[in-house]
Structures are given as C-alpha cells and as structure tokens.
C-alpha cells in the first residue's frame, strides 16, 4: 500500500489531494480552502469556465512560493480575468506581472507532457489529453500512483439532442477515452451531472468501464449532493470503488493499491 492520502471535496469540481509534502488543488472557483503552510501548494485549472477557474487563486498569501498549472485557453478569458499579479490587492501598470514569465506559472496544452519543476525543486509529470467542452483533462504522476481530473470531459449526452449530434459527442468523448485507457488510473475525478437528467450516468458508466480506475470520485454536481449516492447506488463495479459525497469539506482518507 502507498501512504495514506487525503481527499477533500471542496466544490462542485474542485477537489484537494493531500500527500506527502504536497497539496494540490484541481479546478477551485469557490468555497472554503485550508491550504496547509507546510507542504508544497499546486493550483491546477483545467479550463477556464467560471465554475472551473477565478483569478482569486493568484491573490492567496504567498502565492509567488506557489506553483500554478493552468489551460492555455485562461490566458484568452476577458479583460476582467486576465493572468496576472496582483499585489496589495491594488491595481495599477507598476503592481502587475505578465505570469508569461513568472515561473511558478505553467500553461499547458492538450495532448502534451510537462515535467514542471516545483518551488522545492521536486518534479512533477502532468500529461494532458483533451476536453469534450474546453480546455484539458489531467493526468498528474504523483509518488508512485496517478491521479485523473477530467475538466470538462465527459460524454455530454444532454437529452434535447437528436440522434446526430448526440453521436458526435458519443463519438468525440470516446476518442479521449481510448487515449486515456493505456494509462493506469488510481484515482479519478469525473462528472455526474444531474442537468443531463437521465443521461447523468452514461460519460461515468463508460469511463469507468474503459479506464478501471481503483477509485472514483463524482464531481460537476454543483448543490446536488445527492446524485452521487444515486450513481454508486444504482452502478457497482468489481474493479472501482466509487464513492459517494454528501457535504462540502468533506475529507475522506484512502489507500491506493500497489
């Protein structure tokens, strides 16, 4: 067995993966964060969809000692939410940095592999594949397991779709995942959404069935909590354990199998 980990739910897609000296924070827009003094902090966004990513991550206490690994499609978002430095919470041109070259900043791209180099001079392997809506899914190398955060990737099957264009989004989600399936995934992150009504289960059904992560873990339900009891109630798997959410801030500990 690997160390203990902590899993945290924070918010609709943001979840915290706490281990060794490291603390890693997938997709955070809102909700309450305890980010430790004392490990090596990781803001990782996948997109930059107002309910995946906020410019407030770049204004948390010492964030130039913080690491940052964003989708490059952040850097295009309006005027409003563009990259930058904010110091003393005062905007003006002599208190601003282009994070272009700042090197805690990293922007990545789809289909691409990153070896990015942490404050504490320890390396982390991130490779990303694509998104069925925008931006990137991820797959992190972390001490000895792997850790998938999809983003906005799912089979986005909504049901006022006719027969066309709900194969293309069949279609489009499935060549991610016969990209993501030669990958060996511990833990997962990946949507249940209750908008899709009774399609909710279908991206996560296939997923799991495709990828056999040991652990899946629901997100995109924003209030709707109680979706993802509905999935691990009405889906069992031999191969994966999926888990269930009922609050925010909940932390759960598990084990990963060698």
Sequence with gaps: MKENIVITYIYHSCYTVETGDL?????????????????????FASH???????????????????TYILSSDIVKLPSNENIIYIRDDKI?????????????????SENHTYNIKLNNGKIL????????????????????????HTGDLNFWAWPYYDNKKMQVEYDDFMAEIEKIKKEE?????????????????????????????QI???????????ITSKF???????????????????????????
């Design 216 to 226: 899946f873990f629901p997100l995109h339900f924003a209030d709707n909590v109680k």
């Design 232 to 258: 691990k109630k009405n889906f069992s798997y031999d191969f994966t354990d999926v888990r269930e959410i009922f609050e925010t801030n909940q932390r759960i500990l598990i084990d990963i199998d060698d």
């Design 48 to 66: 930059g969809h107002s309910d995946h990513y906020t410019s407030e991550i770049l204004k948390v206490p010492d964030m130039e000692n913080k």
């Design 23 to 43: 603390f890693i924070i997938f997709d955070y827009y809102k909700g309450i964060l305890n980010i430790p003094e004392d490990k090596q902090v990781v803001f």
């Design 125 to 148: 392997k991130v490779k990303t594949f694509g998104s069925t809506d925008k931006g990137v899914s991820i797959l992190l190398y972390l001490d000895g397991m792997t850790i998938f």
């Design 92 to 108: 003006s041109m002599d208190q601003l940095k282009s994070l272009y070259n700042s090197k805690n900043v990293n922007f990545i």
């Design 185 to 213: 995934v511990d833990i997962a992150f990946f949507p249940v959404d209750p908008r899709l009504n009774e399609n909710y289960y279908k991206g996560g059904d296939i997923f799991i069935k495709e990828v056999r992560p």
